[in-house]
C-alpha cells in the first residue's frame, strides 16, 4: 500500500458522528434495523460512503463468479445515464474480465487502484486502472463481504480528482463496514438461504424447474407474448466420459453463464436449469424473433469448450395462448429436438463427406497406378490412360493431355471422355510436369481439391519417368 500512501495529499477525516467506536456503534444498530437484503445494502453504501470519504459506493452481490451491483450511494439520479462516469452504475462483470475481481473472490483480499492521469503513473491492476479513467475516477477501492466462509458480494470505492488516493487505513475501514454487513446479512439473509436451498441449483446458481415453472404460469396469465426456449447441451456424455465429471460441471457452468448473458439482454427473463444438460428461459413481453436473435447472438459469441454445443428450441404464445404453461414447454422442447436432429445430421454428413473425400484420393491413386502399368508402352498412352483413370475416380467425364509449346502455348496431344451434361456440377482441375499438361473433369469442391492436385501431380511424375 505504500504506493497509495505516497501518492495521498492530505487526509480528509470522517464524518464526525461516524468516528471512532461511537462510530461503528451507530453503524451496527442501523445494521440491526434492517429486515430486507435491499435495507441492509443500501445501509452498507451509506455507511461506507460516510467513513471513507468517498465520492460513490458500489454495493455488489457475487454469485457463480458473477458480481451484480445491488445498491449505488449517492443514488443515481433519474436524468443520470448509466455509464455517464458520474458514479458506479448498476452493471454486471464477470470474474473473467476482470483479474483484480477473480483475486478477490479466490483470495478474500481487498484490491486498490490508482490512474490519477495520463502520465503512466497508474498502480494497481491495469483492467482496473483503465475501468477508473473510463468513468472519470482517479482511485477505486474494492473488499470483499465474506458471509460463512463464502465471498457473498463487494464493496466498492471511487474517488475524484481532487480527492486523496486510497491507501491502507482506508482499505481497513472499507473491511470494517464489510464485516459489519456480513454479521447482519447472516441474520437478515437466512429467509434467503431457505429460498436458494429450495428454488436453485447448486451447481450453476440458476433457478430449478420450480421456479421455471412459476414463472411460466405468472408470465401465462397476462396478456403479453410469452416464450419458453428449452435448451440440451450436446456432447456433454463425451466430455465427462474424455475429461471427467469436474470438466462436466466446468460446462454445465460454462453453458449456465451463457445463458445469463442471454438474459442480461432480455429484460424480464427467467433463466433455470431443469436437470441434467436441460435448461430453459421463459420470457415475457418479448417478440419470438428478438428472443431468436439475442439467443443465437450470445451463443455464437460464447462457443462452449471441449467442442460441446447448445441445441434449442422457441415456443411462443403467438401461435396461440394455451391453458398450461407446460403445453409451450412441451412445443419448446420439440422445437429443440428438431434443432439437435439437425445439428447431428450437419454433423454427419460433414464426417461423411471428408471420409468421401478421403476414399476418392484412395480410389484415384489406384486407379491411375493401375492405369499406368496397364497402358501401352510409350509415355502418351501411359498419359491418356492416367487421365481417363482420374477422371473416372473423381466424378468426372471428360479429359486431356496436352504439351508446352514453341510460341509459349500449349497443344493439345489426347482428348477424351464426354462433356458433362450439367456444367455447374463440375470443374477442371490440371497438373503439369513439364513440358506435359494433364486436365481431367471433377465434382470435388474446390475448397478441398489440394489432397486431389497432390495426388494427380505423383501420379503425373511417376507416369513421365515411368516411360523414360
Same mark, same amino acid.
Given at each position: 500500500m ?13 464524518t464526525?458522528?461516524m468516528?471512532?467506536?461511537?462510530g ?10 434492517a429486515e ?11 455507511l461506507? !460512503? ?11 452481490? %457475487?454469485? $457463480? @463468479?458473477t458480481?451484480?451491483?445491488?445498491s ?9 445515464a448509466i455509464?455517464?462516469?458520474?458514479g ?7 470474474? #473473467? ?6 483475486v478477490l ?20 491492476d491495469p483492467?482496473e486502472?483503465? /475501468?477508473?479513467? /473510463?468513468?472519470? !475516477? ?9 458471509v460463512?466462509g463464502?465471498?457473498?458480494?463487494? %464493496?466498492?470505492?471511487t474517488?475524484?480528482v481532487?480527492?486523496?488516493l ?6 481497513a475501514a ?6 459489519l ?5 447472516? *441474520?437478515?439473509? =437466512?429467509?434467503? $438461504?431457505? *429460498?436458494?436451498l429450495?428454488a436453485? +441449483? ?12 412459476h414463472?411460466?404460469?405468472? #408470465?401465462?396469465m397476462s ?9 440440451d ?7 465427462n466420459?474424455?475429461f471427467?465429471?469436474d470438466a462436466? +460441471?466446468?460446462l ?10 442471454a $438474459? @442480461?439482454?432480455l429484460?424480464?427473463t427467467?433463466?433455470a436449469r ?6 430453459c ?10 428472443v ?13 469448450a471441449?467442442?460441446a ?7 411462443s ?6 391453458e398450461?404453461a ?6 419448446a @422442447?420439440a ?6 436432429r *439437425?445439428?447431428? *445430421?450437419?454433423? !454427419? ?6 471420409s468421401?473425400?478421403?476414399?476418392t484420393?484412395?480410389k484415384?491413386?489406384? #486407379?491411375?497406378v493401375g492405369?499406368? =502399368?496397364?497402358?501401352q ?10 487421365a481417363?483413370?482420374?477422371?473416372? /475416380? ?17 497443344v493439345?496431344?489426347?482428348?477424351g ?5 450439367d456444367p455447374g ?6 497438373v503439369?510436369?513439364e513440358?506435359w499438361?494433364v ?14 492436385a ?7 511424375? =511417376? ?6
Open positions: 505504500e504506493r497509495a500512501s505516497d501518492g495521498a495529499r492530505g487526509r480528509r477525516s470522517a464526525p458522528a468516528a471512532g467506536v461511537r461503528l456503534a451507530l453503524a451496527a444498530h442501523r445494521f440491526d434495523r430486507k437484503i435491499s435495507e441492509l445494502v443500501d445501509a452498507t453504501a451509506a461506507a !460512503h460516510e467513513l471513507l470519504g468517498a465520492q460513490s459506493i458500489a454495493v455488489s452481490r %457475487i454469485e $457463480q @463468479d458480481c451484480r451491483t445491488l449505488v450511494y449517492p443514488p443515481l439520479a433519474e436524468d443520470v455509464g455517464s462516469g458520474t458506479p452504475t448498476r452493471v454486471t462483470v464477470r470474474s #473473467a474480465d476482470r483479474p483484480a475481481l477473480r473472490i479466490r483470495e478474500h483480499s481487498s484490491w486498490v487502484a490508482h490512474a490519477p492521469d495520463g502520465s503512466g503513473a497508474d498502480w494497481g483492467v486502472c483503465e /475501468a477508473l479513467r /473510463a468513468s472519470g !475516477h482517479v482511485t477505486g477501492l474494492a473488499s470483499p463481504i465474506i460463512n463464502h465471498v457473498w458480494g463487494q %464493496i466498492l470505492a474517488r475524484d481532487g480527492q486523496p486510497f491507501e491502507a487505513d482506508d482499505v472499507a473491511e470494517v463496514v464489510a464485516a454487513t456480513a454479521g447482519a446479512l447472516a *441474520r437478515v439473509d =437466512l429467509d434467503e $438461504q431457505v *429460498r436458494h429450495v436453485d +441449483d447448486p451447481l450453476t446458481g440458476l433457478g430449478n424447474r420450480r421456479v421455471a415453472d414463472a411460466a404460469e405468472i #408470465a401465462l396478456d403479453l407474448e410469452m416464450c419458453v426456449v428449452m435448451c447441451v450436446d456432447g456433454l456424455k463425451r466430455v466420459d474424455e471427467g465429471h462436466g +460441471d466446468d454445465l457452468r460454462a453453458v449456465a453463464d451463457v445463458l445469463r448473458r $438474459q @442480461d439482454q429484460p424480464g427467467t433463466t431443469l436437470g441434467g444438460d436441460e435448461f428461459l421463459v420470457t415475457i413481453g418479448l417478440s419470438r424473433d428478438e431468436k436473435r439475442t439467443l443465437a447472438r450470445t451463443i455464437r459469441k460464447y462457443p462452449l471441449n467442442g454445443a447448445l441445441s434449442w428450441g422457441v415456443a404464445t403467438a401461435d396461440g395462448r394455451p398450461h407446460r403445453t409451450l414447454f412441451r412445443r @422442447d422445437a429443440q429436438y428438431q434443432a439437435k *439437425r445439428r447431428a *445430421r450437419a454433423v !454427419h454428413a460433414e464426417a461423411s463427406s471428408a468421401a473425400a478421403a476414399v484420393v484412395d484415384l491413386v489406384a #486407379a491411375g492405369a499406368i =502399368l496397364n497402358a508402352s510409350g509415355l502418351v498412352p501411359r498419359l491418356c490412360a492416367l481417363a483413370a482420374a477422371t473416372g /475416380a473423381m466424378g468426372g467425364a471428360a479429359w486431356s493431355v496436352l504439351r508446352d509449346a514453341e510460341d509459349g502455348g500449349v493439345a496431344v489426347a482428348r471422355g464426354m462433356p458433362s451434361d456440377q463440375v470443374r477442371t482441375l490440371a503439369a510436369s513440358p499438361v486436365e481431367v473433369e471433377t465434382t470435388a469442391p474446390e475448397e478441398g481439391s489440394a489432397p486431389f497432390d495426388a494427380l501431380l505423383l501420379l503425373l511424375d =511417376l507416369a513421365v519417368q515411368g516411360a523414360s
